[in-house]
Structure formats: structure tokens, C-alpha cells
């Protein structure tokens, strides 16, 4: 059974940069055909696909935030982080880690994160 634990701040102020890290357990993030994304949702908003960073190491962004996000990973670790620059409060969201299998979609989240952006 794959398990996604997501972990960061809960309230990150305005202009500095969000660090979630996300926990893989039961799969190694480097198996085959697998990606590992990183999904929010803003309050009374749907959800958004941020990028994910593919078995190979890969990264992928989605083009409107692709100027201030990075993932990245430590294999040894078994663990994926998101680093989001220069927030604002509009980047308060539930953040999201979550596996994709390639062409099967989104099979497995974590539970999610609340990050407030505030001062």
C-alpha cells in the first residue's frame, strides 16, 4: 500500500518561499512510469496541478507557476519537496502530494496540507 504524507509550515509570510516535503512510503519514487505531483486547492476553488517530477528525476511545471515553483527529490529519502517563491495570500491552499501512474492518472494522495500565506 502506497502512503503520501505531505509535511511544511502551516503559515508562511507574504514574500518568502513555501517548502512542503512529501513522504512516500510502500513504493520507491523512483519506480517506472510513476510521477509525483504536487496538487493544491485555494479555498472555494478547484484543484490545481502545480508539476510533478517524474521517476527519472524529471521536472514538469504548470506554466502559469513554473517562474516560482521547484520540485525536487531525495531518493535516499524516499521524498519529494515543493519550494513555491514569493507567495502571496492568494497561494493559500491545501497543498496536495499525490502519485500518478502513467496512463492511469492520480491513484494515490496524501491527505493534504493547509498553508495560510499571511503576516
Known amino acids: 500500500q502506497v502512503q503520501l504524507q505531505e509535511s511544511g509550515p502551516g503559515l508562511v509570510k507574504p514574500l518568502r518561499t513555501l517548502s512542503l516535503t512529501c513522504f512516500v512510503s510502500g513504493e520507491s519514487i523512483t519506480t517506472n512510469y510513476h510521477y509525483w505531483s504536487w496538487i493544491r486547492q485555494p479555498p472555494g476553488k478547484g484543484l490545481e496541478w502545480m508539476g510533478h517530477?517524474?521517476?527519472?528525476?524529471?521536472?514538469y511545471y504548470s506554466p502559469s507557476l513554473k517562474s516560482q515553483t521547484s520540485i525536487s527529490r531525495d531518493t535516499s529519502k524516499n521524498q519529494f519537496t515543493l519550494q513555491l517563491g514569493t507567495v502571496t495570500p492568494e497561494d493559500t491552499a491545501v497543498y496536495y502530494c499525490?502519485?500518478?501512474?502513467?496512463?492511469?492518472?492520480?491513484?494515490?494522495w496524501g491527505k493534504g496540507t493547509l498553508v495560510t500565506v499571511s503576516s
Open positions: 499525490a502519485r500518478r501512474r502513467l496512463g492511469y492518472g492520480i491513484d494515490y
Open positions: 517530477i517524474v521517476y527519472s528525476g524529471s521536472t
